[in-house]
């Protein structure tokens, strides 16, 4: 897996986070079209059981995505993320804001 080092600048709803992975698509991110949202467990895989700083999440990461939405949903409604201040995830609404980085 190839991760994305940073990911969104803003907080985006899932709909969103889902256009700006078809944007590093189309725009050749990396000089790759394969990019993609993240499993839970592909993201809870960053997850370090130590705080770097401010998160459990190593610091070659850009540490301003403290909460970054996955692929997975819990409901229809409600989609996975983690947070990596505290080191968990869970569901939340679609129509919340967060972080979401890229994964090939």
Not at 17 to 39: E, H, S, V
Not at 80 to 104: E, H, Q, T
Request: net charge neutral.
């Amino acid at each position: 897996m190839t991760w994305q080092q940073s990911g969104s600048e803003e907080h985006v709803d899932y709909g969103k986070a889902k256009n700006y992975i078809a944007g590093l698509k189309l725009g050749g991110f990396g000089g790759q079209n394969d990019w993609r949202m993240p499993t839970l467990e592909e993201v809870m895989s960053l997850m370090e059981r130590e705080k770097y700083g401010a998160l459990h999440i190593d610091p070659i990461f850009d540490h301003k995505q403290s909460w970054i939405w996955t692929a997975d949903k819990e409901s229809a409604g409600v989609a996975w993320v983690v947070n990596f201040s505290y080191g968990i995830c869970l569901g939340r609404p679609i129509n919340d804001s967060r972080y979401v980085r890229a994964v090939r």
